[in-house]
């Protein structure tokens, strides 16, 4: 296990709803990445969290965002969900920026009806 | 153009066969190469980085040819327990080194 958590595990929703995803981080990591994985396909980065601030994101839409708080554990909020935004979330902690080494927690899939 | 870029596969190979993957990668300034492994709706996992010079870790070998933008994974002696997909992955250059992956390759290990 890496010692990384997601909750929930699994989660229905609407269109249209707003959704909150929580992931906590490995003890000593401060940074932490979510990512989108729609069926067959590999990942997607959709942003990155380092103490506290984001450094980075990809080419996600502005109702995708996040937040990371004091103990390094973060939340990814989607609001106005669409059909399209059915996936596995997974984030993934590290210790520092330039670490090639990242954690993956167990996801969160998200099904948009 | 993708990225990085696999064959989805899928593989379907007996046990005991030896087994190739190839993925190539658009950005010649791209320094960090790893495979990993995901198993049917689980997170995937780090089964190894890639080395200039090649690396081996039991029955996996890596290579990487910067030349060619390409990356490769031998599975030798393939068992039951090796199915799942692979997945490609070239650490990103820009601030956030974020993990760029490939859409992965499957491989299916019969009896």
């Known amino acids: 296990e890496t010692g990384v958590t997601q909750s929930p595990t699994h989660l229905i929703k609407t269109r249209g709803q707003q959704v909150t995803l929580r992931c906590s981080s490995q003890?000593?990591?401060?940074?932490v990445s979510w990512y989108q994985q729609a069926l067959g396909q590999g990942p997607q980065f959709i942003f990155q969290?380092?103490?506290?601030?984001?450094?980075g994101r990809g080419n996600f839409p502005p109702r995708f965002s996040g937040l990371q708080f004091p103990n390094y554990s973060s939340e990814l909020n989607v609001n106005a969900l669409e059909l399209d935004d059915s996936a596995l979330y997974l984030c993934?902690?590290?210790?520092?920026?330039?670490?090639?080494?990242?954690?993956f927690g167990p996801g969160t899939r998200l099904t948009v009806t | 153009r993708k990225e990085v870029e696999q064959d989805p596969g899928p593989f379907n190979v007996p046990e005991g066969a030896t087994v190739a993957f190839n993925c190539t990668y658009s950005?010649?300034?791209?320094?960090?190469f790893f495979w990993y492994r995901q198993d049917c709706r689980k997170e995937p996992k780090l089964l190894m980085s890639?080395?200039?010079s090649g690396n081996e870790d039991g029955r996996f070998t890596a290579q990487l040819n910067r030349a060619s933008q390409y990356i490769s994974l031998l599975i030798r002696d393939s068992k039951l327990s090796d199915s799942a997909t692979y997945l490609c992955?070239?650490?990103?250059?820009?601030?956030?080194?974020?993990?760029?992956f490939g859409s992965g390759t499957r491989l299916l290990v019969r009896p």
């Open positions: 993934a902690s590290s210790s520092g920026l330039y670490i090639d080494e990242q954690y």
């Open positions: 003890s000593g990591h401060n940074t």
């Open positions: 969290y380092y103490r506290e601030e984001e450094n």
């Open positions: 950005n010649s300034a791209s320094q960090s």
């Open positions: 890639v080395y200039s």
């Open positions: 992955v070239v650490l990103g250059e820009d601030s956030s080194y974020k993990l760029i």
